[in-house]
């Protein structure tokens, strides 16, 4: 059993939420190893990362979810912008509230990327040294070249950093923001134009507290962010859960590959979106990731 305490804290000044899952017992457990946990791209934490995080909590961890700047109940402006830099930002910000947490060894840091979080988890892990292990589920892991293979070749990455960019003019000329849909069936203009049962069926990701809503500037950053190169950069140990019918498999063979330090990966079944709420791919996962945490936080 678990409890979940809503928390606020600060990055650069923003006012971010989360929530803090924590075992039952925790209070007689003494201080508890930490995880921060996150989602997919446009995600807000009740897509996928409070249930990996209320996963890990009955498994002993205090694991900490939350929205980042823009998004869900976090304050910030503009919203809803995929913008990799401010997350990585604001993912070293919640290691920093976690590390503080009374519940919390800061000693025994860890980080869960989910599809997308992966790189940003990533990024903050190269460069701070209080995590001590990286999970990644699923996890998209691009550079220049998967780009190209996932959005249609160079001249179609070039005409959406182009929009991306003209995007960013514009807000920062008018205060104006462009909005596409994330996902739909019937807008070509979707940032996932496809109809994906996860994220419009509302008995699944598709909730209110999801907008469905993609800044088009953001396409500058997001295509351009190079998480393959991040790895070699990455000397904690790290876990890959991911398969090959899920999304850009090849970008994380080669950011496997790249690792500097202890690592594996494991090769499993499903889609990318059974990862996200579907069983038995949660809990394969889960039972992965904690059995990892397990390991290298003891």
């Given amino acids: 059993m678990t409890r979940t305490n809503k928390v606020t804290f600060d ?4 006012e971010l939420t989360g929530n803090l ?18 989602g997919t791209w446009t995600s807000v934490k009740e897509l996928m990362a409070d249930r990996y995080a209320e996963r890990l909590a009955a498994r002993g961890y205090a694991a900490l979810s939350f929205d980042f700047t823009g998004f ?8 809803d912008v995929e913008d990799p830099a401010r997350k990585v930002r604001d993912i070293h910000h919640a290691v920093t509230f976690l590390a503080a947490h009374d ?13 997308a979080a992966a790189m940003y988890m990533s990024d903050n892990t190269a460069h701070d040294p209080r995590v001590r292990s990286l999970a990644l589920v699923a996890p998209w892991l691009h550079d220049a070249a998967v780009c190209e293979d996932a959005y249609g070749g160079a001249e179609a990455v070039a005409e959406r950093v182009k929009a991306g960019r003209e995007a960013r003019a514009r807000y920062e000329e008018t205060g104006e923001v462009d909005y596409v849909p994330v996902v739909s069936a019937t807008d070509e203009r979707a940032a996932m134009p496809y109809d994906i049962d996860f994220y419009l069926n509302p008995e699944r990701g598709g909730i209110p507290a999801w907008p469905n809503r993609f800044a088009v500037m953001s396409w500058a950053d997001w295509l351009t962010y190079d998480a393959v190169a991040l790895a070699p950069r990455i000397d904690r140990p790290t876990l890959l859960v991911h398969s090959e019918d899920a999304a850009i498999p090849e970008g994380a063979r080669r950011f496997h590959a790249g690792l500097a330090g202890p690592k594996d990966i494991l090769w499993t079944q499903g889609t990318q979106f059974d990862f996200y709420d579907t069983e038995p791919q949660v809990s394969v996962a889960v039972d992965a990731v904690a059995a990892h945490f397990g390991r290298t936080l003891s």
């Fill in 72 to 79: 869900g109940e976090s304050g910030g402006e503009p919203r």
């Fill in 21 to 38: 899952f924590l075992p039952d017992t925790a209070d007689a457990a003494g201080p508890l190893p930490g995880v921060v946990v996150a």
């Fill in 103 to 115: 519940a919390v060894d800061g000693g025994r840091l860890g980080a869960l990327g989910i599809c």
């Fill in 11 to 14: 990055s650069e000044g923003v």
